[in-house]
């Protein structure tokens, strides 16, 4: 049986040839708690409507990632994330929920269970890859309802990589794309008006808008793509994107269609997020998918498993079994309260015991 949000996820981690649930009836914003910065929201309920529902409430989500088609629930079991070196992932924000596991038990967690909850029940459930049970109801820590000023600079990469660690630092959030044929960059920043910073890129002001946070921050993607991201350790040299470029301008420019997304994130304490114990930035490898891409993606791996990088859930990477538990201090404990959730493997796939080198049925 597998939960399925909107699909969104380019890994065979929904395949099933049983049981395929869709949550998608499950929707809407159950209760608001502005004093305690809190809403309690159904899993099937697509950010976009999360975001309008929430702004309802006078209230607003932390940060989103680049589209605003996933489900929350599904956004936040593969640990979907935005850019800003103190916003953390989505499953960051889980304070509590309920699931029904592979027992048929309806379980409470985190604030949902009261004062004796398992901490560690919670880590696990803020991002479990739908393998400890469905997620049926979800707490959420939420901020204020707030506007963002977004601008959108065209500049020269040598400009963004001379500045990149006062950019981090004096933005919300700001990230960046490569294009790797100009050599230009895009430099995207996220601010409260009135608090955007002084130093803006040389170049042209692409994009300049202000609006609610959950319609300024997503963007529309028409163009189908094929992407790999990694979670590596923040470095202001930036020397893991320095060395990306120095491969792709010499190994694969002439075939690379698309550009690089270098983002930031905040620390976490999810057992299996990929920002968990520590200051990370992405680094994203985007190819149109009318062109190849499997070639270039298996080149550039292994570089960003020599900067101790971890790969993003729902995106495309060849890590398995022993290869991730070394990335992941709490592996072994992830799936302790897995197997205590699902003894029987109802929510396994063969996608998923092989990602989680189990091999038997
Ligand atoms: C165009 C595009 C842009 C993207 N941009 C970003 C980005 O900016 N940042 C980023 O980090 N990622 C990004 N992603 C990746 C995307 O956010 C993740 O793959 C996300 O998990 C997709 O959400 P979904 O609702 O489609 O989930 P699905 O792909 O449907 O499911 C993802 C996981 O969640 C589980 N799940 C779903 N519902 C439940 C439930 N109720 N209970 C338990 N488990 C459940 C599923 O079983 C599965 O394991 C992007 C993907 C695309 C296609």
Same mark, same amino acid.
């Given at each position: 049986m597998r939960p399925v949000g909107s699909g969104h996820s380019s890994t065979p981690i929904l395949t099933t040839e049983d049981t395929l649930v869709s949550l998608d009836k499950l929707t809407g914003v159950v209760a608001a708690d502005p004093g305690q910065s809190r809403a309690q929201v159904l899993p099937g309920t697509k950010l976009r409507v999360l975001g309008a529902e929430l702004a309802e409430h006078g209230l607003a989500m932390e940060?989103? *990632?680049?589209?605003?088609?996933?489900?929350?629930? *599904?956004? #936040?079991? =593969? *640990?979907?994330?935005?850019?800003?070196?103190?916003?953390?992932?989505?499953?960051s924000t889980v304070l509590g929920g309920r699931l029904v596991n592979g027992l048929g038990e309806e379980v409470p967690f985190g604030?949902?269970?009261?004062?004796?909850?398992?901490?560690?029940?919670?880590?696990?459930?803020?991002?479990s890859l739908g393998t400890l049970g469905i997620l049926t109801s979800l707490t959420l820590r939420v901020e204020e309802f707030y506007q963002l000023h977004r601008q959108n600079w065209i500049t020269h990469i040598?400009?963004?990589?001379?500045?990149?660690?006062?950019?981090?630092? =004096?933005?919300?959030?700001?990230?960046?794309?490569?294009?790797? @044929?100009?050599? !230009?960059?895009?430099?995207r920043m996220l601010n409260k008006p009135g608090q955007e910073p002084d130093l803006v890129p040389p170049g042209r002001l692409k994009?300049?808008?202000?609006?609610?946070?959950?319609?300024?921050?997503?963007?529309? @993607?028409?163009?189908?793509?094929?992407? !790999?991201?990694?979670m590596l350790p923040f470095d202001t040299e930036l020397e893991a994107f320095r060395e990306v470029r120095q491969r792709v301008k010499t190994k694969h420019r002439a075939r690379v269609g698309w550009r690089v997304l270098v983002r930031?994130?905040?620390?976490?304490?999810? !057992?299996?997020?990929?920002?968990?114990? @520590? @200051?990370?930035?992405?680094?994203? #490898?985007?190819?149109?998918?009318?062109?190849?891409?499997k070639e270039y993606f298996d080149d550039m791996e292994p570089l960003f498993r020599t900067f101790g990088g971890r790969p993003h859930w729902g995106k495309k990477h060849? #890590?398995?079994?022993?290869? #991730?538990?070394?990335?992941?201090?709490?592996?072994?404990?992830?799936h302790r309260i897995r197997r205590r959730m699902d003894p029987d493997g109802v929510f396994m796939n063969d996608y998923l015991r092989e990602l989680f080198g189990e091999k038997e049925k």
């Open positions: 940060n989103l *990632g680049d589209v605003d088609y996933q489900a929350i629930a *599904g956004a #936040l079991s =593969t *640990g979907t994330h935005g850019s800003g070196i103190t916003l953390g992932n989505l499953s604030v949902d269970a009261g004062e004796d909850a398992d901490h560690d029940l919670l880590r696990a459930a803020q991002l040598d400009w963004v990589l001379e500045h990149f660690e006062q950019l981090v630092e =004096t933005n919300r959030s700001m990230d960046f794309y490569w294009y790797p @044929r100009s050599d !230009m960059a895009q430099v994009t300049d808008i202000i609006g609610p946070s959950y319609e300024v921050i997503p963007n529309d @993607r028409h163009l189908p793509f094929e992407e !790999m991201e990694y930031t994130i905040a620390p976490d304490t999810a !057992m299996l997020s990929n920002a968990q114990q @520590r @200051r990370t930035m992405t680094i994203a #490898l985007l190819q149109n998918n009318t062109l190849p891409f060849t #890590l398995k079994g022993n290869e #991730l538990a070394e990335l992941y201090p709490e592996w072994e404990e992830f």
